[in-house]
Structure formats: structure tokens, C-alpha cells
């Protein structure tokens, strides 16, 4: 089993910067590809960001590029997301999610339905 627990959420002003952290235990963190997926009121949940296991590939929702970072320290077990630049329509539940895949080179955008593992999500909302 993995557990993912997500941090960093809160109220923040258009323009402003939030980081989230999610800290996970229980099998080889290093292995994983791990992702960040959001879900606004009313909408399907989407895919953010995604890492591999070494943080020397990256992939990026279209809506968040330029503006969004995520990055991880397997030493720690923990993956980041580190959001500038952030705009209303940012405003969602941000879930961390696992997937248990080794990759060198992470190809494309993510489905949900791919996860293993999922955390509970943080709430970030952004204020005009």
C-alpha cells in the first residue's frame, strides 16, 4: 500500500504563489511516476503535472505551463508543485496521485483512470 497525503493548499489573491507538497510512505517512492491532478466544482477531475522517478522528465497541462513546476526529493518521499502566477480559474481540489511505473521519459498528459494511488486532495482557491 501507498499513502499519499497532500499539504500547502489555502486562500490566495490572483497573481499570488502557492507551493503544495505531497509526502508519501509505504513502498519505493524512487520507483514512481507521480502526478498532480485538479478537480473545480462541477468538472471532471484533470491532469496537471506529472514526474518521473528521476525529476529529469516532465509533462504539463497546456493550461498550467510556464506558470507551474513540480518537482520531487526521493530522499524525502515527497513531490512538489510549486504554482505562480495563479489565476481564478486555478481555484480546485489538488490531488497528488502515484503511478507504479518506472519511466525514463514521461510521454504525455495522464489519465486518472492510470493511478494507483491517490491522495485526499488539498483545496487551493484563487481570489480576483
Known amino acids: 500500500q501507498v499513502q499519499l497525503v497532500e499539504s500547502g493548499g489555502g486562500l490566495v489573491q490572483a497573481g499570488g504563489s502557492l507551493r503544495l507538497s505531497c509526502a508519501a510512505s509505504?513502498?519505493?517512492?524512487?520507483?514512481?511516476?507521480m502526478d498532480w491532478f485538479r478537480q473545480a466544482p462541477g468538472k471532471e477531475r484533470e491532469f496537471v503535472a506529472a514526474i518521473n522517478w528521476s525529476g529529469r522528465s516532465t509533462y504539463y497541462a497546456d493550461s498550467v505551463k510556464g506558470r507551474f513546476t513540480i518537482s520531487r526529493d526521493n530522499a524525502k518521499n515527497t513531490v512538489y508543485l510549486q504554482m505562480n502566477s495563479l489565476k481564478p480559474e486555478d481555484t480546485a481540489v489538488y490531488y497528488c496521485a502515484a503511478e507504479l511505473v518506472r519511466r525514463t521519459v514521461v510521454p504525455g498528459p495522464r489519465l486518472a483512470r492510470d493511478m494507483d494511488y491517490w491522495g485526499k486532495g488539498t483545496l487551493v482557491t484563487v481570489s480576483s
Open positions: 509505504g513502498r519505493t517512492f524512487s520507483s514512481y511516476t
